[in-house]
């Protein structure tokens, strides 16, 4: 097999596989603020309903860092590939059993428990999954194109974005008004079974990533590579962390269902139908992919950090036209701002596979890789919804939303600054004394300015 035939394998097991994880997610999403407030949520009043229903969204946030622990461990000592099939699994049978669930009229609160319990099973899904999807793209390829190879596996979570939107606003037209609250909702959730066994299929045949067999085959696996991860690279650690927060944020008042219940909530400002707003979602999650996809690919000409910086400016421009775009009622202006928002989002996004990959030496990359996300998920998208629920319930006014997000992703673009560029640096085992020198701006060998111990092979050698 040639290396550009696996590549493309690799490729399209990754795009395959991200999409039916972050369609379960996103899924979820959209379900909280349209469906949940209503039949799990509903006796807590029409605010608190969607404020708690979004707090689930949240929730599962918390849990995220667990999975990249998990996942970070096992994928740094056992592969790549097998921690993606386990957690294909775990959240594709979580979102299929959401679809099973009584709703509180029927069970009570038993019913919001089991909710937020499967929540947080994706929850340590989504921790997992990324680190693992994002490196074997990355790893496989070749240092001129890892931008545009990494974009991939993103590209994922628009798609995962288009299904999720696509199929609810499907179901509005099978099933309308009550047949949708009644049953139609369910259909989504009980597809995930066949995307998952699809999912399944397709990563069982992908090869495990070249970086990791040189370090298996060599014996330098990390005993404990989280311990070694915040003993040298602490402050690495954070400064992706808080990069990965500003497109978070923004993304997640699409992902995380708050224009959804925004614009058709019946006794808000607005009170568009449910269909036509989730057309336009889908609609948008095209344009983000297609965004994604060139930023990785402009990463390889001007660099990762370069189209960083681009990609902030362009996202604080649709921070600022969103929400007066879609306050007109228009639901031409809606998808108008949701476009211009995705152009910022897609150029913060698609080249973050290839710069976290080129950030953290490869004994603890996936642990490297894997916590930075999930970290950056909390502060970014965990409770991004519901603060902007609870600004506009405080301020009567959406410009206070654009606020919170104009300043989380100024704080994004601070840290953006404060590290060099490492695009094209090797990525395997022979270059990991050149990977340890930190790429934050000022520091020395390691990312807390103190000498990087040598490779900890103590265990390998054990077997």
């Given amino acids: ?51 708690v229903a979004f707090a689930t969204v949240g929730i599962s946030f918390l849990f995220r860092p667990l999975g990249a622990f998990l996942a970070g461990h096992y994928g740094d000592r056992l592969g790549r590939r097998v921690v993606l099939i386990i957690t294909l699994i775990a959240m594709g049978a979580a979102t299929a059993l959401i679809g099973f669930l009584p709703t509180y009229e029927s069970a009570g609160a038993l019913a919001p428990i089991l909710l937020i319990a499967l929540r947080i099973v994706q929850g340590v899904s989504a921790g997992g999954e990324w680190g693992g999807a994002v490196l074997l793209a990355v790893e496989h390829a070749d240092e001129k194109s890892r931008g545009l190879r990494g974009s991939f596996p993103q590209i994922g979570v628009s798609i995962g974005l288009l299904l999720s939107s696509g199929v609810l606003a499907l179901m509005t037209s099978i099933a309308p008004g009550d047949a949708f609250l009644e049953w139609g909702w369910r259909v989504p959730f009980y597809l995930s079974v066949v995307l998952v066994v699809v999912g399944y299929w397709i990563r069982r045949g992908v090869e495990e990533s070249p970086v990791f067999h040189e370090i298996a085959e060599r014996k330098e696996r990390v005993s404990n590579p989280l311990g070694r991860l915040f003993k040298s690279h602490w402050l690495l650690v954070i400064l992706a962390s808080l990069v990965f927060m500003g497109n978070n944020a923004a993304g997640y008042m699409t992902t995380g269902g708050y224009i959804q219940n925004f614009a058709t909530d019946p006794a808000g400002p607005i009170g568009l139908e449910r269909g036509p707003v989730l057309w336009a979602v889908a609609a948008s999650a095209v344009s983000w992919l297609v965004f994604t996809i060139i930023a990785g690919a402009v990463s390889d000409r001007i660099g990762r950090r370069s189209t960083y910086i681009l990609g902030w400016i362009l996202l604080l421009v649709g921070i600022a036209s969103l929400f007066p775009l879609v306050s007109t009622g228009s639901i031409r202006m809606l998808l108008l701002g949701l476009v211009i928002l995705t152009v910022g989002l897609g150029f913060t ?63 994004a ?31 020395g060998r390691s990312s807390t300015s103190m000498p990087t111990e040598a490779p900890d092979t103590a265990e390998s050698s054990r077997g």
């Fill in 1 to 51: 097999m040639t290396a550009q035939h696996t590549q493309t394998r690799v490729a399209f097991a990754t795009i395959v596989g991200t999409s039916i994880e972050w369609y379960d997610y996103f899924l979820y999403a959209a379900a909280s603020g349209l469906i949940f407030n209503q039949l799990f949520f509903g006796p807590l009043g029409s605010t608190m309903s969607t404020m």
């Fill in 349 to 411: 996004y698609g080249q973050q596979p290839a710069m976290y990959a080129e950030l953290f030496p490869s004994s603890v990359r996936f642990s490297g890789v894997s916590v930075s996300y999930a970290i950056g998920s909390i502060l970014g998208g965990a409770f991004a919804p519901t603060i902007a629920k609870a600004l506009v319930s405080a301020t009567g006014t959406t410009t206070s939303v654009a606020v919170y997000l104009g300043v989380v992703a100024l704080l």
């Fill in 413 to 443: 673009l601070i840290a953006t600054l404060m590290l060099r560029d490492r695009t094209g640096i090797p990525l395997g085992p022979d270059h990991e004394a050149e990977q340890s020198v930190s790429p934050i701006i000022g520091f």
